[in-house]
Structures are given as structure tokens and as C-alpha cells.
């Protein structure tokens, strides 16, 4: 990856690839996550213990093979777990739906089931070796014959083995070309053993693996592709789905409208019959109902839209509820602040919430008008139903349905300007 970034912590959909393999995982039913690890992995184990805070970590001192990694873990083996499912946390795209089919081969009796899928481009895959139904052996592509290396039918990675075929992977052996213990060496342990081992088809998109920032590319790209079409599937209208970017996490009502250029971060929850305008960038966010947002809005972390509030051009909310109906329409700033049902916001104007140490919080009432070019500094209070004069710097707070207005008397010299161009051209010559 030419990272400093562990290539797990690499983001698909707005989340950490591992983040995706763990939440198949739990959403299969798992009931224990153990997630191994290598050395100097500080990142990747604080991230498993807030997305998975009962997962257990296990470090994988040398990297020997997967077999090897599996046995890193071999502690989660002691208690006799019904069924067992590896899976590679470069493997962002596998569906939980996938996962159950590969349990319910093992509700059914195999012992051993292995994910595969079928592809033009087999090369550099480790080849599914199979007879009558029954799965003989995973042949990696070094070590496979030329007649091994026709057939495409290829090792996805993620193997499934019931609890009592643990105790085969001890004896894996090292006798390959690289020396190391693979687990697809499994299969032909457990054949010798007399156990049922089988494999089942999926769809090659799922298991695409991620070993460089191109591939990544690629998986944000199919990513992408699915969830523009279950958001359009679920009542959504995107007029321009190849310019919309959702995250793992993006909430969409019904007969929703996402204008082109608009990305959704992680966080955002958007309610019915809402638009959203063209070159939006949203995250962290609730939008309730009947709201319009854009074109050009900035929403950041902490924003709460209430219904059918808008929200307009160049407008950038961060750490703030706009409540029912109120209008914060042209070129506005709007930090840690709370704006009450049917307020109008100026264009121009801005919540000074931050003092160089601090962030402070401004209460606009409902009703209120705030006129335009206008800088509340924080903190400050403006009353229900209360008038802010256009171009004013409001310090202290207004009572309700009170006027303020904070500039310098308007002074006006009759002539004056015509005496400066005479001056000025006197200069000149």
C-alpha cells in the first residue's frame, strides 16, 4: 500500500476494510470475533476494540503462513466452538448473506467448506481441486501442475470448519514453495480424516482482495456501484448516480432527490421527501423531513436539520440543530449553535463560536430575524421573535422580539466625494 496506515485501516465506503469483514461476520450471527494481528499493530487493535468491543486480539509474532495466523488464536479453539470462519481483512466486499450460506453447508454436515468462485482471469489464484461434489485439495498456483492451473474455479480465501476439525490444523506441515503452513492444507488433512468437505460458488465481486491502493480503488468502485442501487431500489432518486458517493452507514428515506456531486460521509441519517442540491459534502448529519439542503452546503458532524428547514448555497453547519422551517439560505457559517423553528438567517452571516481556546454556543430563538453580514459572538442568546440590523457584530444578548443593532452611526458629507476627484486630479497634474 506505500502506507505508514496498517492496509486493514484502509477505508472502503467510508469505513476501515476490517470494520466490513467484522460487521459480515456479526451480521452471520457470529458470536465471538478474534481478529489476529502482527507486530506494532496499536491501530488496528484500538479499532477492533471500539468496532467489536468484545472481539478478542491475537498477535501473530512471525508471519508464517495462514495457517499459522489461525493458530495464533488457537486459545478460541479450547472451548469447542460449533463452527469456525476465517476470513482476511483485505476482503471488504463479502456479504454476511455469503457467510450463512457457508454456515448452513455446515448445518447440513460438512465438516470443511471452502468459498470459491469461478473467473476468466485465474492466474496468481489458488485452484479449487473438486470430484463428484466433494472438494479433494486447494492447489496454490506455485505449487499446481499445468493441468492444475486450467481449471478456474478458485480458493476465495474464507474457509469454514466445524469446531472438532480444529484439531487437524496442527498438523499442517511447511512442504510448499515458500515454506510456510497454509491452511488450504486443511482440506486434504480432513479428506485423509474421513470428513465431509465441500465448496460453495459465490460471486467473485465479494471476494476481491485488496494488496495496493489501485485494488482499493477498484473495491470503492464496486462498493459504490451496490449502494447507489439499493438506494435507488429503496425509493431513492439519484440523478446522477455515478457522481453520488454514500457511505457504509448512509440512511436514505423515501422519494429522497440527491442532485449530481454529492458525497455522504459516515454518519448521516436523511428523512423523507427530502432534496438534497447538486455539490453537497455531508457527514455526522440528520436531515428530517421535507428539508432542502444545497447547492454547495457544507454539513459537518453534529448538524441536526429539522423539517422542512433549508439549507442553502454556501452554507456551512457544524455542531448544530436548525429546527423546524427556519432558513439559513446564502453564504453562512453556523457553529455550535442552536436556531429555533422558523428563524431567517442573513445571508453573510456568522457564529464567532471560537475564541482561540474555546468553542462557545449561540441560541437564536424562534422566529428571530437575523439580518444579513451580521457576526454573533459567542456566547450569545438572541431571544424568540427578535431583529438583528444587517451588518451588525452583536456581543451581548437580545431579549425576545427585541431590535439590536451593533455599527458605527451612519455618517453622510454632502459634496465630499466630488472634492476628492478634484484633489486628487490637482495632484496628478
Same mark, same amino acid.
Given at each position: 500500500m506505500r502506507s505508514a496506515l496498517p492496509k486493514v485501516m484502509h477505508q472502503v465506503g467510508g469505513r476501515p476494510m476490517l470494520g466490513h469483514v467484522i460487521a459480515a461476520a456479526q451480521g452471520a450471527g457470529a458470536n465471538r470475533v478474534a481478529v489476529v494481528v502482527g507486530p506494532n499493530a496499536d491501530g488496528v487493535r484500538a479499532f477492533v476494540a471500539e468496532a467489536a468491543p468484545d472481539a478478542a486480539t491475537y498477535e501473530q509474532t512471525q508471519r508464517l503462513g495462514t495457517a499459522h495466523a489461525v493458530l495464533a488464536a488457537a486459545k478460541e479453539f479450547k472451548s469447542a466452538p460449533d463452527d469456525v470462519i476465517v476470513l482476511y481483512g483485505d476482503?471488504?466486499?463479502?456479504? @454476511?448473506?455469503?457467510?450463512?450460506?457457508?454456515? @448452513?453447508a455446515m448445518t447440513r454436515g460438512a465438516d470443511v467448506v471452502v468459498l470459491g468462485f469461478r473467473t476468466g482471469s485465474p492466474t496468481g489464484y489458488g485452484r479449487l481441486l473438486t470430484e463428484k461434489g466433494?472438494?479433494?485439495?486447494?492447489?496454490?498456483?506455485?505449487? /499446481?501442475?499445468? /493441468?492444475?492451473?486450467?481449471?478456474? *474455479?478458485? $480458493?476465495?480465501?474464507v474457509m469454514?470448519?466445524?469446531?472438532? /476439525? /480444529?484439531?487437524?490444523?496442527?498438523?499442517?506441515?511447511?512442504?510448499?514453495?515458500?515454506?510456510? *503452513?497454509?491452511?488450504?492444507?486443511?482440506?486434504?488433512?480432513? $479428506?485423509?480424516a474421513k470428513k465431509k468437505v465441500v465448496a460453495i460458488e459465490g460471486d467473485e465481486s465479494e471476494f476481491l482482495g485488496v494488496n495496493s491502493r489501485i485494488e482499493l480503488a477498484a473495491a470503492e468502485r464496486?462498493?459504490?456501484?451496490?449502494?447507489?442501487?439499493? +438506494?435507488?431500489?429503496?425509493?431513492?432518486?439519484?440523478?446522477?448516480?455515478?457522481?453520488?458517493?454514500? @457511505?457504509?452507514?448512509?440512511?436514505?428515506?423515501?422519494?429522497?432527490?440527491?442532485?449530481?456531486?454529492?458525497? *455522504?460521509?459516515?454518519?448521516?441519517?436523511?428523512?423523507?421527501?427530502?432534496v438534497i442540491r447538486a455539490n453537497s459534502h455531508i457527514e455526522?448529519?440528520?436531515?428530517?423531513?421535507?428539508?432542502?439542503?444545497?447547492?454547495?452546503?457544507?454539513?459537518?458532524?453534529?448538524?441536526?436539520?429539522?423539517?422542512? +428547514?433549508?439549507?442553502?448555497? *454556501?452554507?456551512?453547519?457544524? $455542531?448544530?440543530?436548525?429546527?423546524?422551517?427556519?432558513?439559513?439560505?446564502?453564504?453562512?457559517?453556523?457553529?455550535?449553535?442552536?436556531?429555533?423553528?422558523?428563524?431567517?438567517?442573513?445571508?453573510?452571516?456568522?457564529?464567532? $463560536?471560537?475564541?482561540?481556546f474555546a468553542k462557545h454556543h449561540t441560541e437564536i430563538g424562534a422566529g428571530a430575524f437575523v439580518g444579513s453580514n451580521s457576526s454573533l459572538v459567542a456566547p450569545l442568546t438572541i431571544g424568540v421573535g427578535a431583529y438583528i440590523g444587517s451588518?451588525?457584530?452583536i456581543t451581548t444578548d437580545v431579549p425576545d422580539n427585541a431590535l439590536a443593532i451593533g455599527r458605527c452611526r451612519?455618517?453622510?458629507?454632502a459634496g465630499w466625494a466630488d472634492e476628492l476627484r478634484a484633489l486628487k486630479a490637482k495632484q496628478k497634474a
Open positions: 476482503t471488504p466486499l463479502l456479504t @454476511s448473506a455469503t457467510l450463512k450460506r457457508l454456515r @448452513s466433494r472438494l479433494l485439495a486447494i492447489r496454490e498456483e506455485r505449487d /499446481a501442475s499445468d /493441468a492444475e492451473r486450467e481449471i478456474d *474455479f478458485c $480458493n476465495a480465501g469454514g470448519f466445524r469446531g472438532a /476439525a /480444529a484439531s487437524l490444523l496442527k498438523k499442517i506441515g511447511n512442504r510448499n514453495a515458500k515454506g510456510e *503452513f497454509y491452511l488450504t492444507d486443511l482440506v486434504e488433512l480432513a $479428506n485423509r464496486v462498493f459504490q456501484h451496490q449502494a447507489r442501487r439499493v +438506494a435507488m431500489s429503496e425509493g431513492v432518486t439519484l440523478i446522477a448516480p455515478e457522481t453520488v458517493w454514500l @457511505s457504509y452507514d448512509t440512511k436514505l428515506g423515501r422519494d429522497v432527490i440527491v442532485e449530481p456531486n454529492v458525497f *455522504f460521509g459516515p454518519g448521516v441519517t436523511v428523512g423523507d421527501d427530502v455526522g448529519t440528520r436531515i428530517a423531513t421535507g428539508a432542502v439542503v444545497g447547492p454547495f452546503a457544507r454539513l459537518r458532524p453534529g448538524t441536526d436539520i429539522g423539517p422542512n +428547514a433549508h439549507i442553502g448555497n *454556501f452554507v456551512e453547519v457544524k $455542531n448544530a440543530a436548525v429546527d423546524e422551517g427556519a432558513k439559513v439560505n446564502h453564504l453562512t457559517y453556523i457553529g455550535d449553535a442552536h436556531v429555533g423553528a422558523g428563524a431567517n438567517i442573513g445571508a453573510g452571516t456568522i457564529t464567532c $463560536n471560537y475564541d482561540g451588518g451588525s457584530v451612519q455618517i453622510t458629507k
